[in-house]
Nanobody, 129 residues
């Protein structure tokens, strides 16, 4: 199934930026979808953004549209999440995940956690007001 490692978390003030990176090993050619998810204390895990590895088609949940950007680098085998204009409600542990069988809608990979089979260990993002 492979192995995923997240990096890039940290603490920032509201309005700041962070860039998360997800390194995959082996290369995720076998995984149709890669996604970023987050989980805040006492809350369910929430899908944030996904990318279809075949063509780079990205999907975002409404609350992060225009602020977050997901991208992939086939040379370094990474999927990054650039997060701008961060808000306190973005505070959570962020996980990347991949799956060959993730649910899709048309050509978009859907950020449904139960459909992802390989997960990283998570990286903490804390946004202070």
């Amino acid at each position: 199934q492979g192995h995923l490692v997240e990096s890039g978390g940290g603490s920032v003030q509201a309005g700041g930026s962070l860039r998360l990176s997800c390194a995959a090993s082996p290369y995720t050619d076998r995984s149709r979808c890669v996604g970023w998810f987050r989980q805040a204390p006492g809350k369910q895990r929430e899908g944030v953004a996904t990318i279809a590895t075949k063509d780079g088609l990205a999907y975002y949940i409404e609350s992060v549209k225009g602020r977050f950007t997901i991208s992939q680098d086939r040379v370094t085998n990474t999927v990054d999440l650039q997060m701008n204009s961060l808000k306190p409600e973005d505070t959570a542990t962020y996980y990347c995940a991949q799956s060959r069988w993730a649910p899709v809608s048309g050509d978009y990979c859907m950020p449904v956690a139960s459909g992802y089979t390989t997960w990283g260990q998570g990286t903490q993002v804390t946004v202070s007001s």
